[in-house]
């Protein structure tokens, strides 16, 4: 793997060091240790070489007084963190070899850390890209979130259903985290609000409330070969007082940790099912709890620097990661008012000017409202200054449109017994930004129409990225040592460079060699799919590939209809011209999303009775990889031939794994939806498999009504016959009526639009294999996907949020 020339590493005295760390931590010799010691052994030397930097960069912070961005998000879906370390310190070839001699696999002490279970999609995915191009850019920044004890869940499958297992991510420990106590905050749940008047003003103070010790751990987030390291600061929730003796002394022994227990909750899971009012209570709380913390530490960590609070907006921008961190415009609001004694004017000033907000989805649900009872129950001094930000904002509305119902009605923040998240952030952020040209430009003309008319200037787009040095330079080390032996390795913190493979895309042996890596990665995950699946496929198949959160919009569905419908022409005609094809999938659907685990049911049902019918000769395969995450993701990126990206238009803000198959070689099967448009614009529409309606067509349906799915059903023989095998036995004997739900949705709703865009689907498919019958096409076409990638690197995005969001400075670390 290619690295930068850097001095600093010593390899005998790292040698040393494991040794020594197993002794001290374990009592173990070189020879006993297992496998997890040794992992252990080896990111607590890589750590002390990483403190130096830390400390040395957070001086540099502090001697300049610099400017800060706090990236407020409930999940950083961080990865494995030892190999993003080494090859971030340029460190990565030194210690292989290191280990090397010491009788260690690098790749293989890699594999005994666990995914940190801090996130789920793409969400969480994209806030780990930002932390590591802050990093790289030398842009002063923290992540702010919870260090969830066992993140959303371990997906296994049991009899083709997903089933949730805790995902015990910090059984063994994480080495490279530091626990602060001497950060920890106080956070107030409950009680009521005192109103007290003198001095000629209102005072509010909170009573009888319930109280949670947040205590900070810190992460090291490294700049690539910069000296740089950042923090991602993830908090744990404790009791005040954590064991009550006297309870326990009278055998009250539940009592005794009753307040440790309830402290616990707050982390133990990433987003608990909601279906109940119990679960949206705790969603809640965990909410305010890391944003209260976060908010309070940094308002301290100002202080340190700064005598003068009306400073804060030159010193620290808040920038909130879509609606969950939203409640951070009403907390530094109490914060500048009941503890800094601001008048309210002056308070919204500095809020307003502080406060920026990521809008990530145009989907009404994911909009976050909250019952106006339970916010008000659960933080009551946050809800009677939202009440009173919201009276305002109402009276800012009615003077500049007099009279204007509608508009009261669709901005108000307290609406219909509901605290409208999203409202309150664009209320009081300076920026609102969507995360694809698409997306902005939807969120403008019709989300957030009128918030966009009355403030313009408001709005901008931040087309999302991917960080090159996990996705390309870690997770396909032969591709990036081959780009290297090319055009050099600027590439790595520069990806526009890629450009320069352009001419190659069309050069016989470039193209052999280009596809040489590739087989050798297809057959990198036949190998992982055999070990976990027990299914054989064939690399020479075409591998297509959709890998992402389980929802409806993003229509799995409409990838496995398809499926079912290729096998029924396959069987009736099994001679037909059709180059075998590997369809993968791999999803975690949430666990209160019943028809999305349906269909990750029907997906391994399909593949039941398609794997195992010899009469079609292994001309499809499919295989659903449990537990989806990053680590398995590097592999399954690399591999892909084949991106499917078929999301019902207007629907996908953006999409990031896109962008990571785009970068690895496989072009887009795909909706001109999210960032996709923009990949086409990019790479050219030759070289993509583009589908379906556009995101025109679909919202005016939706606007206008007149999609009729039982047209389609009656009047298609293809798809009516795919959608009566949902319901008779096909794939499920022992009970017709399992996939009932999924063929109602389908024929008597279809909200998604997949029988309208079912047959221009199954038309791009032949596409796509007719196209990968010519070799040198298709290398052609695989390489100009590579070659044009440069634009969506998070390098790129997170210089313009820096630039025009932020107004941030970048520092340099010298050692």
Known sequence: MATKKKTGFNKENFKKEVITNLKVLYRKTLEEATP??????????????????????HKEYEKKNVKTVYYLSMEFLMGRALGNNLINMTYYEDIKNALDELGFDLNFIEDQEPDAALGNGGLGRLAACFLDSLATLGYPAYGCGIRYRYGMFKQEIEDGYQVEKPDDWLKEGNPFEIRRADYAVEVKFG????????????????????????????????????????????????????????????????????????????VEVLYP???????????????????????????????????????????????LNDTHPTVAVAELMRILVDEEKLEWDEAWDITCRTCAYTNHTIMAEALEKWPIDLFQRLLPRVYQVIDEINRRYMKLIEDRYPGDQNKLRSMSILYDGQVRMAHLAIAGSYSV??????????????????????????????????????????????????????????????????EQLKPLANDKNAQKEFMDIKFKNKERLVKYIK??????????????????????????????????????ELKANPNMDFEPTTFIFGAKAAAGYKRAKLTIKLINSVADVVNNDPSINGKIKVVFIENYRVSNAEIIFAAADVSEQISTASREASGTGNMKFMLNGAPTLGTMDGANVEIVEEVGIENAFIFGMSADEVMKYEREGGYYPMDIYNSNPRIKKVLDQLIDGTYAKDDKERFRELYDSLVKEDVYFILKD?????????????????????AQMAMLNTACAGKFSSDRTIEQYATEIWNLEKVQVML
């Open 758 to 778: 079912f047959d221009s689907y199954a038309e791009a498919q032949k596409r796509v294999n007719q196209a990968y019958k010519d070799k040198s096409k298709w």
């Open 36 to 57: 997890q010691m040794v992992f252990q052994a080896v990111s607590y030397a890589v750590k002390d070489d990483i403190i130096d930097r830390w400390i040395a960069t």
């Open 273 to 319: 099912n909601d279906n109940h009012y119990s679960g949206k209570e705790l969603r809640l709380k965990q909410q305010y709890f890391f944003v209260s913390a976060s908010v309070q530490r940094a308002i301290l960590k100002f202080k340190e620097n700064n005598d003068d609070i009306r400073m804060l907006p030159e010193k620290v921008t808040f920038q």
């Open 531 to 568: 070990e976990h699946n027990g299914i054989d496929i064939d690399p020479n198949s075409i591998f297509d590939v959709q890998v992402k959160r389980l929802h409806e919009y993003k229509r799995q569905l409409l990838n496995i209809l398809h499926v079912m419908h290729l096998y029924n």
């Open 433 to 498: 930004n969507g995360v694809a040209q698409l997306h902005t430009e939807i969120l403008k003309k019709r989300e957030l129409k009128d918030f966009y008319e009355m403030r313009p200037e408001q709005f901008n787009n931040k087309t999302n990225g991917i960080t090159q040095r996990r996705f390309l330079l870690h997770g396909n080390p032969l591709l990036a040592s081959w780009i290297n032996d090319k055009i050099g390795n600027e590439w790595i913190t520069d990806l526009p460079k890629l």
């Open 191 to 266: 009680g009521y609000v005192r109103n007290e008047y003198r001095d000629g003003k209102n005072y509010y103070i909170q009573e009888d409330y319930q109280s949670i010790r947040a205590v900070p751990y810190d992460l090291p987030i490294i700049g690539y070969g910069n000296n740089v390291v950042n923090t991602l600061r993830i908090w744990d929730a404790e009791a005040i007082q954590e064991f009550n003796l006297d309870s326990f002394d009278k055998g009250e022994y539940q009592k005794a940790v009753e307040q440790q227990n309830l402290a616990r909750t707050i």
